[in-house]
């Protein structure tokens, strides 16, 4: 049975078989923080009244939300 040498028998395939692109590994993934104060999209789950209190005033109930639940922090921070 006549098979390939394992190794390379010619000098000049040797020192190209040393020198072959190693594969780059992948790099980890690393957790990005947004910068403060900018806006992050979320799911969250409310209570329907809760909800529909917000959404009652029209566009802009997100906003509203948000102004709720800032001046609750801000609240706890004057503590």
Do not use: C, Y
């Amino acid at each position: 049975m006549a098979s390939t040498p394992r190794r390379p028998v010619n000098p000049m395939e040797a020192a190209e078989a040393l020198f072959k692109p190693a594969k780059k590994q992948a790099a980890p993934a690393v957790e990005r923080r947004s910068p403060p104060k900018v806006k992050e999209m979320v799911s969250i789950k409310l209570d329907s009244d809760v909800l529909e209190h917000f959404q009652n005033d029209g566009p802009g109930w997100q906003e509203r939300i948000n102004d709720a639940l800032r001046a609750v922090v801000d609240a706890q921070k004057g503590e």
